[in-house]
């Protein structure tokens, strides 16, 4: 899978089902994510969308299929999945910023712990990254401290810190009061533009359309429809897309 | 408390609705002199135990008693007295009742006295108590350290949700805590010889207890584990950080200031415990006591034991307390 005709391939996804007991999840996901490209998933709740996504970095462990990740298959007993994760940064939709550490430390620990770079470079670095999130101001600030969005914006620094090739979001901005979505949509969109290569659970109509390079729809646990945002959102072929889309708009 | 002026109809339908009497009783006069009534009946109207017949001292014990707890509880209950006033009905009631037991019990005092608060037969024998203490505390100290460590060794392997390991330790756990420390000790310390291995009565207390209370602290670790949100799981372990840091650098720190207070209450309780290693002969504060006991031929000293105990776990009972309020408003 890592020849040169595929390098720029980051994510392929083959075939993959998630069973929850009796209950069929995902029900076979095949997909690919090139270098670069921001991928939007959409679909109604219930569908699998976070399911998907935890599944990529085994948060969620799936029932099969394959997952290759830069080539490599990380469903092979001979990864490391925490490796693999430090790859793939993952921003949450209840933040999940750790309470008793302050927004810097949150930042810091991994890169220590994880990357064992030294203390001094890694302040350097989490100090860098929340200003480019602009809540440099709030350094020592714990996160009962921050508001909803500064909370957020310290977790995608958070996940930034470990310098991973891929991002993740699910739902970033589903918890937060309407004025604060803005800011955290600011920073994904700066990110975007950076080349980062990025899945983004959302229904954030603007942000998808400005941003993304590609939308998929899931429903019931598979790919109904996927295509670029003005496809999906002015010229949908499937009947289950224009019903969903017809709700939110 | 009055209305100056008659009320209006709003004021009227929330005014109490007491009757006329219940206001009388409440009156300073009334308190006053009902107080003289009873005293009058204790000094005059209530017999001597020997100079009355049984039936006329047990119905006028009983309708004194009754007619007390009655103007006290007219005191107590009226939110419109003072406090201080309270606290002296409050201790006055105490006194009396005391007074009543004392005078018509049929106690024996003085021999109950020369019995258990003999102290003149403790002289020079304190010290034996005192390394009876000390054993004590050795004990509880190390067995507090044995038992913190397996509940969290335990408890941290019970987080792994590992099914097999799990049933082993659930075993554990139910096991000890569902047999009486007394049976734990004394299979440990007459049983295990004939299996070869004899642990001596200390090292036997240590063990028992670390085990016992051991089952405990894991049940209450884990408690304070399952109390941390999952997503901050999840959030540790994308970042790429083990199973093993994830339990040390965020599922610990944020447990711990759960479980301390019922953590620190355990080893209250496991330090009441050690005396039960007196079964097996371990030197400790109430065994000592009961050898004092034999060969002084009196319980006192089983009295200055209970004292000691008292006196180590009241402060310890109290700092547990502070703690629990103190942890609260932290996490507020």
Redesign the interface.
Known sequence: MSDASTSDTMIEVVDLHKHFKDLHVLRGINMVVKRSEVVAIMGPSGGGKSTFLRCLNRLEEPSSGHIYIEGVDVMAPYIDINKVRTEIGMVFQSFNLFPHLTAIDNIKLAPMHVRRINEKEAQERAMALLEKVGVADKADAYPEQLSGGQQQRVAIARALAMQPQIMFFDEPTSALDPEMIGEVLDVMRTMATEGMTMMVVSHEMGFIREAASRVLFLADGLIVEEGTPDQIFNDSQAKRTQDFLSKIL | MKPASAPTDIEKKFLLSHPEWFKLVRQPLFVAVTFLVLAAFAVFLLPEKQSASPAWLYTAVVIFILLLLAWSGNVLADRGKPEILKMGVSLLLIAVLCWLFYRYSGAEWERLREFFFNFEKLKGSWWYLRNGLGVTLFLALISAVGSVLIGLIVASLRSYNSRTLNLFLKAYVDIFRSIPMIVIMVVLFFALPYAGISLGSILTTIVALSLGYGAYASESFRAGIEAV?S??I?????????RV?TIR??IL??AIPVVVPPLTGNLVAMLKDTAVASVVAAPELLKKARELYTSKTNPTSLVAAAMIYLIVLIPLVRIVNMLEKRLKKESK
């Open positions: 949100h997503g901050q999840e959030a540790a372990r994308s970042l790429g950080l083990s840091q650098m965020i720190p944020q």
